[in-house]
């Protein structure tokens, strides 16, 4: 079972790049959501989509953006990249109601240089 | 934004050693969940508590849902080097919207002496 795919895995970005971080799941969840994780740290809340076409901030939205075209795919877009970006992203999905739960994907290491 | 408070923030032990630790907050949740996290990879489900005062075991760690709503244990028995990682507590919260917020501690790191 695929489950959760976050590609790329690493990725080196130069300041004011722009890049977009894929997160697919072939689960069905129809919530699905962004974090990243800064070193010592625990995972923060970026962005979340509760069902396709539908997205709300996080806790740390700005400077990304997202879209919901499909259950599937909830890709996170970075514009102007900037230092204070580097961190590991997680993309993470779950099932709506009371006992759902978040499974995680493998992370997208990104460094701003 | 609202994190946990998680103690200890790193633990050193020998294998066979039990261990504990715990996630406290100011706010209530509905919920509270037990990941773990390897090295390169995402966080993996453990433990998930729905109703204040519940035990929960899952083979050798037991997790408890604090009466008070506000906080959270997780043991570890007779600890093996697999168990090595980073774990965090989280705490769900649903307002009767069914807006959904989950706050992560900062994580425990386990680390087990040869």
């Known amino acids: 079972n695929a489950g959760v795919t976050q590609t790329p895995k690493f990725r080196i970005l130069k300041i004011g790049q722009s890049m977009t971080l894929q997160c697919t799941q072939d689960?069905?969840?129809?919530?699905m959501y962004w974090y990243r994780q800064d070193p010592g740290m625990g995972l923060k809340l970026i962005y979340y989509?509760?069902?396709?076409?539908?997205?709300d901030k996080g806790e740390v939205p700005n400077g990304y953006n997202v879209s919901r075209s499909t259950t599937e795919d909830f890709p996170l877009r970075l514009e102007l990249a900037a230092p204070s970006q580097t961190s590991v992203y997680f993309c993470?999905?779950?099932?709506?109601?009371?006992?759902?739960?978040?499974?995680f994907g493998a992370g997208t290491r990104l460094s701003v240089l | 934004g609202q994190q946990l408070n998680q103690s200890p923030q790193s633990m050193f032990i020998q294998e066979g050693e039990d261990v504990s630790m715990n996630c406290t907050s100011s706010?209530?949740?509905?919920?509270w969940l037990w990941y773990k996290q390897d090295p390169g990879e995402g966080p993996v489900l453990l433990i998930a508590?729905?109703?204040?005062?519940e035990l929960t075991s899952n083979g050798r760690l037991t997790a408890q849902f604090g009466i008070t709503r506000k906080d959270s244990f997780l043991n570890i028995s007779a600890s093996i080097p697999s168990d090595v990682g980073i774990y965090f507590c989280a705490g769900r919260y649903i307002s009767n919207f069914g807006n959904e917020k989950l706050t992560f501690g900062t994580g425990t790191r386990l680390t087990i002496i040869p």
């Open positions: 508590l729905y109703k204040a005062g």
């Open positions: 689960m069905n969840h129809n919530y």
């Open positions: 989509s509760v069902g396709a076409g539908i997205t």
């Open positions: 993470a999905s779950s099932y709506a109601g009371s006992k759902n739960i978040q499974y």
């Open positions: 706010s209530i949740f509905n919920t």
